[in-house]
């Protein structure tokens, strides 16, 4: 309590000062703390990052703090945000939504407070826009929320919306939710991999190639670098581009064929092989690629349609029909199934 009166007694004289790029607050006030009797109300946050607060009786000074140092605002919320909490926990989510809708927006600048109750109503709002599939709002939420440490970091929040739009089949904005978060921490870049390589398995391209962009400006392990390259290539192979995978292979080593990376390099030289029309080839490095995976390998199945392909490019169509044959018996609903004739 000490420190804030000293802090408003030091910056009194601020109220002579320009806001420039001040970021306004409607009506928000906070205590100082969760015991804290002084109210002040919030004007925004200046150019410089500073939290601007104002006595609420008196207009005798201001004070200007940075983000990190407002540790323990409690901002005091009306009665319709326990209302909204109410309605939310008796399973009324879209009526809670539509209450803290004109709520909790105006909080999202200090959600990256230490220790303030900002950090947990907008997350709590975030979870009900998910819930309730209110993909805008919690677009438009996402792109705002600060990517911190602790308990304000959101992106774990911002990746479950992103996988949340894939599964709706809206992938085009897991590209626009994703492009501000930072990947600060080996976590967030594992989070970063799964939902690349969920995004690949559901062959969209475009959007988990630039998922695994961003993972290559922050990756710099050898063996992570590397298998980026490949998967940036592969990528590249099925958006309709030939030229990333032949230029990788023929100045990458080939990695053991008993590791991710070994068996992707061997499905990208197989098809490179069968592209340039040799098939022998191309079966010499698709089957050493098929030899070297585990059994429930998710890249099983399109090795071993690509198998079929070589088999049928080098005149043994009997061959290439006894496996297409099998692999329709036994992933019916595989997208390499798909381009197979009957």
């Keep these: 309590m000490k420190r804030w009166v000293e802090i408003l007694m030091l910056v009194g004289v601020a109220l002579a000062l320009p806001l420039a790029g001040q ?20 004007r925004g946050i200046d150019a410089a990052g500073r939290i601007v607060l104002q006595p609420e009786l ?46 909790v927006p105006a909080l999202v600048p200090y959600a990256a407070v230490p220790e303030s109750n900002a950090t947990g ?30 308990e304000a970091d959101f992106v774990p929040d911002v990746v479950e919306l992103a996988k949340a739009l894939r599964a709706a089949g809206r992938v085009e904005e897991v590209v626009t939710v ?25 062959g969209h391209w475009r959007e988990s190639q630039v998922l695994y962009e961003k ?52 499905l990208l030289e197989g098809k490179v092989a069968l592209a340039a029309g040799e098939a022998a080839s191309a079966l010499d490095q698709l089957a050493e690629a098929l030899l070297g995976i585990e059994v429930a390998s998710e890249w ?5 349609a690509a198998i079929a392909d070589a088999y049928r490019a080098h005149g043994r169509d009997d061959l290439a029909a006894v496996i297409e044959s099998d692999l329709r018996r036994f992933h019916p609903s595989s997208r390499w199934i798909t381009a197979i004739s009957d």
């Design 121 to 150: 109503i907008v997350r709590f709002y975030f979870t009900l826009l998910l819930r309730e599939r209110a993909w805008l709002d919690a677009i438009a939420l996402a792109v705002q929320l600060p990517m911190g440490i602790g």
């Design 300 to 304: 099983r199945v399109e090795i071993t």
């Design 23 to 42: 970021v306004q607050s409607s009506e928000l006030r906070v205590r100082m703390g969760e015991q804290g009797s002084v109210v002040m109300k919030v």
């Design 178 to 202: 994703m492009e501000q978060v930072r990947l600060d921490s080996p976590q967030h870049r594992k989070l970063i991999w799964e939902l690349a390589d969920e995004v690949r398995r559901g």
């Design 58 to 103: 008196g207009e005798s000074g201001e004070a200007l703090i940075p983000l990190p140092e407002a540790r323990g605002l409690q901002f005091l919320l009306p009665d319709n945000y326990r209302k909204a909490q109410q309605l939310a926990f008796a399973g009324r989510t879209g009526e809670a939504v539509f209450l803290m809708r004109r709520i």
């Design 215 to 266: 993972l290559s400006g922050a990756e710099e392990n050898g063996e992570v670098a590397e298998r980026l390259k490949l998967l940036l290539a592969y990528t590249d192979w099925h958006l309709g581009s030939d030229l990333s995978a032949p230029g990788l292979l023929s100045v990458m080593a080939p990695p053991p064929v008993d590791t991710d990376r070994g068996v992707l390099y061997r």
